[in-house]
């Protein structure tokens, strides 16, 4: 079945630090691929999406690229803000859209 | 517009009560999910609904009930709680499918706790 493996955490990065967190994928077919961020208190939101290969999702600073030959979909950041302190998701969907298979999350913590 | 909302925030059952977590939105989305999030397991999909009347399970359904009279409720029935059952439970909707590229809209959440 499908599977997402994403970097435990916690992860503490000082501010304007570099981020990345690391994703890699099992999936039959050809899976879109998501980033969700969960706020303490909050529910989830996309942050971002890439729907085929060598695509790359962007939102808020924050970018990710679809890389089939090494089913991987790592998260990254050039300059964290406290702010960005939060829960983040790995996420798939293949076959049954509806059906959306998630990471065990990361959290990160941003330091002044 | 309000989004997803469910009630209630918090709850705390004993073992065997019976409830029901409300969700609503209000974008008029076809597609509706129930997901439960657990330490170290990430969100795991419940039940699911493709429009009214119609409803389907996902990974983890035992337990658990729903129905789909409207478009804009999607309640989730526990019939008999278990300790096992405590969790935080997430209601989704979207327009087109979850997975597709369309975007998933969560609610806020219910923290439940089965003594």
């Known amino acids: 079945g499908d599977s997402v493996t994403q970097m435990e955490g916690p992860v503490t990065l000082s501010e304007e630090a570099f981020l990345t967190i690391n994703c890699t994928y099992t999936?039959?077919?050809?899976?879109?691929l998501f980033w969700y961020v969960q706020y303490p208190g909050e529910g989830l939101q996309l942050l971002l999406k890439a729907t085929k290969a060598d695509d790359k999702g962007s939102n808020k600073g924050f970018e990710a690229t679809y890389r089939k030959e090494t089913t991987s979909f790592h998260l990254e950041k050039g300059s964290v803000q406290v702010s960005d302190s939060a829960v983040y998701f790995c996420?798939?969907?293949?076959?049954?859209?509806?059906?959306?298979?998630f990471g065990t999350g990361t959290k990160l913590q941003v330091i002044p | 517009n309000a989004g997803v909302t469910q009630t209630p925030k918090f709850q705390v059952l004993k073992t065997g009560q019976s409830m029901t977590l409300q969700c609503a939105q209000d974008?008029?989305?076809?597609?509706m999910s129930w997901y439960r999030q657990d330490p170290g397991m990430g969100l795991r999909l419940i039940h699911y609904?493709?429009?009214?009347?119609?409803?389907d399970q996902g990974e983890v359904p035992n337990g658990y009930n729903v129905s789909r009279s409207t478009t804009e409720d999607f309640p989730l029935r526990l019939l008999s709680a278990a300790p096992s059952q405590t969790s935080v439970y997430f209601c989704?909707?979207?327009?087109?499918?979850?997975?597709?590229?369309?975007?998933?809209?969560f609610g806020p959440g219910t923290r439940l706790t089965v003594l």
């Open positions: 996420a798939l969907s293949s076959g049954g859209y509806q059906k959306v298979t």
């Open positions: 609904s493709v429009g009214a009347g119609i409803t």
């Open positions: 989704a909707s979207s327009y087109r499918p979850a997975g597709g590229t369309d975007t998933q809209y």
């Open positions: 999936a039959t077919g050809y899976p879109s």
């Open positions: 974008m008029n989305h076809e597609y």
